[in-house]
């Protein structure tokens, strides 16, 4: 047992100077540091990282260089800098907007004046009550002036029987009336109150009522209304300013006169 113990022990030794002093020693594999990898700091490095820069330098000289680009690239990216650049040059500069002073701001343009409006006055039925009215108005600083047209004039409140179905009923109620003392009475011939009963036009409304009543009193129903004629007359056109204002009453030459103001 002592003797197979030595002959172990002798083996042993025979195969570590061989491993020593006959098979060459292999050098060890250089260090990479990978790039991508971040590096883990150690509980013992300080913030201003002292440690890391000393372990970078260390591994630093077995970092393989980086290799040159090829050929045509640096062309190729000054080119693209250069277009870059004229790009920005030619895009223009927007000028900066001038703000109005306070003093300069333009005030809105005043409300123009209402202008005079074109009145006429009539119409009257001659041209003296014409004439006296226009001068009237001049004594108002008004500009007034005459002018001839046709036109329905009033003529006054008439008093009449509506149309009657014929004309011989017609007759008839004028000649029973005649009989009781009514005169001033006719028949209308034509127009829309043919057949109809005239029983006289009066200036006064007054007059008619009065007229009127007496006709009832004889058992027939008369009807009372302003009655109108066509005719020459006058009117006076002038042009009456902004919040004046006009009567036409006072310019009527008697009652029975109806003056109206109505645009030109």
Aim: hydrophobic share 40%.
């Amino acid at each position: 047992m002592k003797a197979l113990f030595l002959v172990l022990l002798s083996i042993n030794a025979l195969y570590l100077g061989w491993r020593m002093w006959i098979v060459p020693t292999e050098a060890p594999p250089a260090f990479v540091e990978a790039g991508d990898i971040p590096r883990l700091q150690l509980v013992g490095e300080g913030a201003d990282g002292n440690a890391a820069s000393d372990d970078l330098a260390a591994a630093s000289s077995g970092v393989e260089a980086i290799e040159p680009l090829p050929e045509g690239i640096d062309e190729s990216l000054e080119a693209v800098a250069e277009v870059a650049a004229a790009d920005d040059e030619e895009v223009a500069t927007p000028e900066p907007i001038e703000l109005a002073s306070a003093g300069s701001v333009s005030e809105p343009p005043a409300a123009e004046a209402a202008a005079p409006a074109c009145m006429s006055l009539g119409p009257f039925v001659n041209l003296r009550e014409a004439t006296e009215a226009t001068a009237r108005l001049n004594d108002q600083g008004l500009q007034p002036s005459q002018r001839l047209s046709e036109s329905q004039v009033w003529f006054g409140h008439w008093v009449h029987l509506p149309s009657l179905p014929s004309r011989d009923a017609a007759i008839a109620i004028v000649e029973d009336l005649r009989a009781k003392g009514i005169t001033d009475i006719y028949i209308e011939p034509s127009g829309p109150f043919r057949n109809s009963i005239s029983l006289g036009v009066f200036s006064d409304a007054a007059h008619a009522e009065t007229r009127a009543g007496q006709i009832r009193r004889m058992g027939v129903s008369p009807q009372i209304r302003d009655r109108y004629r066509d005719s020459s007359v006058y009117w006076v056109d002038f042009d009456l300013p902004p919040g004046m204002s006009l009567d036409p009453t006072d310019y009527q030459a008697t009652p029975s006169r109806v003056l109206r103001l109505e645009p030109c």
